[in-house]
């Protein structure tokens, strides 16, 4: 688990000028910046809360990374958190 690169993207999205934007335009231009796994990258992509998760991301910065994303609460863990 990529922790540091996980939790500099969530705060950047959330606080970097522009880097939402740019994010949603393409996620593809923005990842390659973050020490992350591909299959990291691939999850937060799909905005797989549940994968990340389980893979050890800290459920504060996951949530705020979701919300950031556009995921709603209730959305987050379609199956449970932990399936």
Not at 14 to 20: D, M, N, S
Not at 33 to 53: K, Q
Not at 66 to 73: D, E, I, Q, S, Y
């Amino acid at each position: 688990m990529s922790i540091v690169g996980l939790n500099r993207l969530a705060r950047d999205l959330e606080h970097a000028p522009g880097l939402h934007e740019r994010f949603a335009a393409d996620p593809g231009q923005v990842l390659p910046g973050y020490a992350l796994t591909e299959e990291e990258r691939s999850a937060v992509t799909r905005r797989d809360a549940a994968w990340l998760l389980r893979a050890g991301m800290n459920p504060v910065a996951l949530r705020n990374l979701m919300v950031t994303l556009g995921v709603a609460h209730h959305e987050m863990y379609p199956e449970g958190p932990l399936t």
